[in-house]
């Protein structure tokens, strides 16, 4: 019976147990692509998602730019080196050309798929950007006709080893159908997204960093977990966190004042160091026109839709604001890549998207859309076709495959809820995570590091008990791991920021690998052996 007649079962089922080649792990736009990749290098190919392949996670819930550059010299120079010392000089040129190249490949592939780029006035398709719900409508529709096995509403709890060690499939539940899955493969690509330590920003209530915790727990090390400290501006009342209009957008005090600096990119420290003390307003008082008004209006709709039903002109009126933390998702940590091919240092492993680091391309700084949305394309078509690669030559031998990891299986009870509080009570501040010192992380990491020694230990019978305690777990560890990596990186550095050493250390041009559940282990990694001149921020 090959995948798909399996994936046929009938709903009634209690338990479902497939062979395939390669399994995907998150059915955002890197899952996507690597399953489509998979599907094109010959490989059988099943995809799990946590929520509905092609409605959930941060992209189909809004739009997003796209680092889709012409390959000319001058072109791709000038976009290589366009975040280069923004992001602390820790990216690679080796692997940014190879990311623009298949990046460009692939969204003229959406175009002739039929995804309705918008033109300009000559009638030439801007290439750009694209709308996330057509997007990913498409995407899933593709992977869908492809021959991929889709199993929506089941998230992976736990991935299987081989005596080896090298990673052969996946477990997890069925929240619909009930019952559990287990999935044995060839190779596995993780990209389930990133953590937002459910901060409510938009489309990222599923990013928990499941992904992080599955790897980690069979082995893989992390890299750029430093890097994790990117909070979006949002008004109060909203979960919308698309800075982009907020370039036309004055910042003031509640008596009025104006916020000198205060600004959605430079500026954003300014508004962070205010709202430690006092409240921040906000007004779209830099778009003049209505020409300009309108095309905000119609390049961003769901940027306008809170403000609408509280019946507030943000152009003439001005609202509140807050800071919300989006984690790695808008950051630059994941699992650590080995290579081009995306593979982990776990065998059978690959990683892509959100779930994988983007220091490669971004190096300590990266932020929404652009080029979050290029590394999504390319590692995950990276990452498919190496696991189809992969998994020509593997041998599973599903009665010798063990899970690997076991929070949210054990024997002790923890109150969820009240261990959500905690870990978001340590990563939400702005005085904790924003504005960081050793004293503080290592008072932070302490509370933490008992939260994991409880959690690591905890178990619930009921499957979404479990799946919730898994995601606590998660968001506990991928805390961790940025705190540790904090700790170890005594400079600022892209986004992230040390009050005790404020200045960038020449000395520390290097990458930060972390590794381990229990106890957490932090190494140095040679930067790209390339002559840079100091980032000043």
């Not at 493969?185 to 938009?202: E, W």
């Not at 890299?223 to 036309?248: D, H, N, Q």
């Amino acid at each position: 019976m090959t995948a798909n007649d399996q994936g046929k079962a009938p709903a009634d089922r209690a338990d479902l147990d497939i062979d395939t080649d390669v399994l995907v792990i998150g059915g955002g736009p890197a899952g996507c692509w690597a399953a489509l990749n998979a599907v094109e290098a010959g490989a059988r190919v099943v995809l799990v998602d946590k929520g509905y392949c092609g409605s959930s996670g941060a992209t189909a819930s809004a739009g997003t730019q796209i680092w889709y550059v012409a390959p000319t010299p001058d072109e791709r120079e000038a976009a290589m080196a366009s975040r280069e010392a923004m992001g602390g000089y820790l990216s690679d040129r080796q692997w940014m050309g190879p990311v623009l190249d298949k990046t460009y490949e692939s969204v003229n592939r959406l175009a002739d798929w039929g995804y309705p780029f918008p033109r300009d006035e000559a009638g030439n398709q801007q290439r750009i950007s694209v709308q996330g719900p057509e997007y990913m409508r498409l995407m899933r529709r593709k992977v869908k006709n492809a021959g991929v096995t889709i199993m929506d509403h089941a998230p992976a709890l736990q991935l299987l080893r081989d005596d080896a060690g090298a990673v052969t499939g996946a477990s997890g539940i069925r929240r619909q159908q009930g019952g559990e899955w287990r999935v044995q493969a060839g190779a596995v690509v993780v990209a389930a997204g990133g953590c937002a330590f459910m901060s409510k920003a938009l489309g990222c209530d599923v990013l928990t960093g499941d992904g992080y915790l599955l790897g980690a727990e069979a082995g893989a090390e992390l890299s750029g977990m430093e890097f994790s400290a990117a909070y979006a501006i949002s008004p109060t009342f909203a979960s919308v966190t698309k800075t982009a209009l907020y370039r036309f957008a004055s910042f003031y005090r509640a008596d009025g004042s104006l916020i000198e600096g205060a600004g959605s990119a430079r500026g954003r420290s300014i508004i962070a160091r205010v709202l430690l003390t006092e409240p921040v307003y906000c007004q779209l008082d830099l778009a003049e026109t209505d020409e300009v008004r309108d095309i905000m209006r119609r390049s961003q709709p769901n940027f306008f839709l809170p403000f609408l039903r509280k019946g507030i002109d943000p152009f003439r009126e001005r609202f509140p604001i807050t800071l919300r933390l989006e984690g790695t998702v808008r950051g630059t940590g994941g699992l650590r890549v080995a290579g081009l091919d995306c593979s982990t240092n776990v065998s059978g492993l690959y990683a892509a998207g959100d779930s994988a680091t983007r220091e490669p391309i971004c190096g300590g700084f990266t932020g929404g859309g652009s080029h979050n949305a290029a590394w999504a394309i390319a590692s995950g078509s990276f990452a498919g076709q190496a696991a189809a690669l992969h998994a020509r030559g593997a041998i599973v031998r599903g009665d010798t495959a063990q899970p690997a990891g076991s929070a949210g299986y054990g024997a002790g009870a923890v109150d969820i809820g009240a261990a959500l509080a905690a870990v978001q009570a340590e990563v939400f501040p702005l005085d904790i995570n924003y504005f960081r010192s050793d004293a503080v992380l290592a008072a932070a990491l302490g509370r933490l590091d008992a939260l994991w020694s409880t959690l690591e230990q905890s178990g619930d019978v009921d499957p979404d008990r479990r799946l919730a305690l898994r995601q606590v777990a998660a968001m506990t560890a991928t805390a961790r791991w940025m705190f540790n990596a904090a700790r170890a990186r005594t400079e600022t550095r892209g986004m992230h920021r040390r009050e005790d050493f404020p200045k960038q250390d020449p000395g520390q041009h290097h990458r930060l690998v972390v590794s381990g559940l229990r106890t957490v282990s932090v190494r140095t990694e040679p930067a790209p052996a390339q002559i840079f001149r100091e980032a000043a921020e």
